[in-house]
């Protein structure tokens, strides 16, 4: 391979796609690690976003801290502390697993969908996550407005109703057009587990890479399924936001 | 305030109208003073404000429905979850609310699906299907075009007909004629001057409310004409 002169496109994709069991089990483990930390960002997003708006004195400043210190430092920097910390504080790390095995084609395919990486790499993308989303839920909640919570609490009903049954089913739905770019963005950002070992599309891709010198191509291939993934996000956004629209706005 | 009095606030803007309506249900928590409903102290130790709240209606300028909830829901919530009526019951109970309004063929339209009488007439019936003690009105008409002022001011005459206590904060002065049993004019957070719509409109005392009604007179026409204008809607 080495001393081979330029190999023909068509070939090299071939090639690279012949990999096709390393591609998959790459995208199984980056979309179960994008699911999961944009369902952590979501509900622990949404209930910084609660406490910086409403939660009064205390509750709003641990929000406001917790947010600017997840917006402030590099994803990377938080996901290695949350690896090592367990580990330079002399805690147990069991070596355990929970991997799901398939054979398709003929291949065997083993992915590893819990174990001490996954876990970190899940819980630092989810907490992460969920500072951005908390800002995108209390934009909406503040377009909203004090008036509508008000206007509940003048017919008597508690604050906390106001919010639930008043504030929040109109700060969901207005959130989707903002929200929907941490939705494209987290898939991209999932790319950093490489750096703990856990082997993701990109890991993957790098691997494939080594293997077969077809680097540009390798890469190509990623970005592809990256873009579909993202655009199918994005559409299925935009059509929930149309069928949650509230008629007439 | 006795049972089935209406009173009409009014005052140049910034005189604490609506601050005022707002202490009355603790939307603003007075700095000084006390409000009785009914004998019962509500700035009170272990008075449940959302109790007092739910028998205390307000009418908002800018209508303020909940706009993620049709006309009759925007009317039942409260029916449902602070008065824990069922589910039928209460959607029964709103629109016969909203018949009284005659909003019931817009029942399931959303609020920016109505102009903004019927918005504002929705409104009312939200106030008015908790049954209140009282219904407090904030400047209920000065955010509607001058063609869709009549229905509303329409309805609340016929709220007052009824015997319902009120207090309104507008400068409708056909309005306040027809049904005011007292008028208070406010300026910076005071009361300049109290008394009977005959009173304000043959002799009103002080310069500042004669000067403040005969702007209104400038801006409005004269009040016979507005309550030629009343008139003809009851």
Same mark, same amino acid.
């Given at each position: 391979?080495i001393?081979?002169?330029?190999p023909?496109?068509f070939?090299?994709?071939?090639?690279?796609? $012949?990999?096709?069991? #390393?591609?998959?089990?790459?995208?199984?483990?980056?979309?179960?690690?994008?699911?999961?930390?944009?369902?952590? $960002?979501?509900?622990l997003g949404l209930?910084?976003?609660?406490?910086?708006?409403?939660?009064?004195?205390?509750l @709003?400043?641990?929000?406001?801290?917790?947010?600017?210190?997840? #917006?402030?430092?590099?994803?990377? /920097?938080?996901l290695?502390?949350?690896?090592?910390?367990?580990? @330079?504080?002399?805690l147990?790390?069991?070596?355990w697993?929970?991997?799901a095995?398939?054979t398709?084609?003929?291949?065997?395919?083993?992915?590893i969908?819990?174990?001490?990486?996954t876990l970190?790499?899940?819980?630092t993308?989810?907490?992460?996550?969920?500072?951005?989303?908390?800002?995108?839920?209390?934009?909406s909640?503040?377009?909203?407005?004090?008036?509508?919570?008000?206007?509940?609490?003048?017919i008597?009903?508690?604050?906390?109703?106001?919010?639930?049954?008043?504030v929040?089913?109109?700060?969901?739905? #207005?959130?989707?057009p903002a929200w929907?770019?941490?939705a494209a963005?987290?898939?991209?950002?999932?790319v950093?587990?490489?750096?703990?070992?856990?082997l993701?599309?990109?890991?993957q891709?790098?691997?494939?890479?080594? /293997?077969?010198? @077809?680097?540009?191509?390798?890469?190509?291939? /990623?970005?592809?399924?990256?873009?579909?993934?993202?655009?199918?996000?994005?559409? $299925?956004l935009?059509?929930?936001y149309?069928?949650?629209?509230?008629?007439?706005? | 305030?006795?049972?089935g !009095?209406?009173?009409?606030i009014? +005052?140049?803007?910034?005189?604490?109208?609506s601050t005022?309506l707002?202490?009355?249900?603790?939307?603003n928590?007075p700095?000084?003073?006390?409000v009785?409903?009914?004998?019962?102290?509500?700035?009170?130790?272990?008075?449940?404000?959302?109790q007092i709240?739910s028998?205390?209606?307000?009418? &908002?300028?800018h &209508?303020?429905?909940?706009?993620?909830?049709?006309?009759? =829901?925007? %009317?039942?919530?409260g029916l449902?979850?602070?008065?824990?009526?069922p589910?039928?019951e209460a959607?029964?109970?709103a629109? =016969?609310?909203? *018949?009284?309004?005659?909003?019931? *063929?817009?029942? !399931?339209?959303?609020?920016?699906?109505?102009? +903004?009488?019927q918005?504002?007439? %929705?409104?009312i019936?939200?106030?008015?299907a908790?049954?209140?003690? %009282?219904i407090?009105f904030?400047?209920?008409?000065?955010?509607? !075009?001058?063609?869709?002022? +009549?229905?509303?001011?329409?309805?609340?005459?016929?709220?007052?007909?009824?015997?319902?206590?009120?207090?309104?904060v507008?400068?409708?002065?056909? &309005?306040?004629?027809?049904v005011?049993?007292?008028?208070?004019?406010l300026?910076? +957070?005071i009361?300049?001057?109290?008394?009977t719509?005959q009173? &304000?409109f043959?002799s009103?005392?002080?310069?500042?409310?004669?000067?403040?009604?005969k702007?209104?007179q400038?801006l409005?026409?004269?009040?016979?004409?507005?309550?030629?204008?009343? !008139?003809?809607?009851?």
């Amino acid at each position: 391979m080495i001393f081979q002169g330029q190999p023909n496109l068509f070939e090299e994709i071939i090639t690279v796609l $012949g990999f096709w069991d #390393r591609l998959l089990s790459g995208f199984i483990i980056t979309m179960w690690l994008y699911m999961w930390a944009l369902i952590i $960002g979501f509900f622990l997003g949404l209930m910084l976003a609660l406490f910086r708006q409403y939660g009064g004195m205390i509750l @709003s400043r641990i929000a406001t801290v917790y947010i600017e210190i997840m #917006r402030g430092t590099p994803l990377l /920097v938080q996901l290695l502390f949350f690896y090592f910390l367990p580990l @330079s504080l002399n805690l147990p790390v069991g070596v355990w697993n929970f991997q799901a095995s398939f054979t398709l084609f003929d291949k065997e395919i083993t992915i590893i969908l819990l174990n001490q990486r996954t876990l970190v790499a899940i819980l630092t993308l989810g907490l992460n996550s969920a500072a951005y989303q908390a800002e995108y839920f209390r934009g909406s909640l503040l377009s909203v407005g004090s008036e509508q919570l008000m206007t509940a609490q003048s017919i008597g009903m508690p604050r906390i109703a106001g919010i639930r049954l008043i504030v929040l089913p109109q700060a969901l739905r #207005r959130v989707i057009p903002a929200w929907s770019n941490e939705a494209a963005y987290l898939p991209k950002y999932t790319v950093v587990v490489y750096f703990i070992g856990v082997l993701d599309l990109f890991a993957q891709a790098y691997i494939i890479a080594f /293997v077969t010198f @077809s680097v540009i191509i390798t890469y190509i291939i /990623v970005a592809m399924i990256f873009l579909i993934v993202i655009s199918l996000v994005s559409k $299925g956004l935009d059509i929930l936001y149309e069928r949650t629209k509230i008629p007439g706005l | 305030m006795e049972e089935g !009095d209406v009173k009409v606030i009014f +005052g140049p803007s910034g005189s604490g109208k609506s601050t005022l309506l707002r202490c009355i249900n603790m939307l603003n928590p007075p700095d000084k003073g006390e409000v009785y409903l009914r004998g019962q102290n509500i700035k009170g130790d272990g008075v449940n404000l959302n109790q007092i709240r739910s028998r205390i209606g307000m009418v &908002f300028q800018h &209508f303020n429905l909940f706009s993620h909830l049709t006309a009759i =829901n925007n %009317v039942s919530i409260g029916l449902r979850r602070v008065k824990g009526f069922p589910k039928e019951e209460a959607r029964n109970k709103a629109l =016969n609310v909203l *018949k009284s309004v005659k909003m019931e *063929k817009w029942a !399931d339209h959303y609020p920016a699906q109505l102009s +903004g009488g019927q918005q504002q007439r %929705v409104g009312i019936a939200r106030a008015l299907a908790m049954e209140p003690d %009282v219904i407090l009105f904030d400047e209920p008409t000065s955010a509607l !075009d001058p063609e869709l002022i +009549g229905e509303v001011l329409q309805v609340m005459l016929d709220i007052a007909k009824s015997g319902t206590t009120m207090v309104v904060v507008t400068h409708e002065m056909g &309005f306040a004629r027809a049904v005011a049993s007292e008028m208070i004019f406010l300026g910076n +957070g005071i009361i300049l001057e109290r008394g009977t719509p005959q009173h &304000f409109f043959t002799s009103p005392k002080s310069d500042r409310a004669k000067t403040f009604l005969k702007q209104l007179q400038m801006l409005y026409g004269s009040h016979e004409q507005l309550l030629k204008i009343s !008139d003809k809607e009851e």
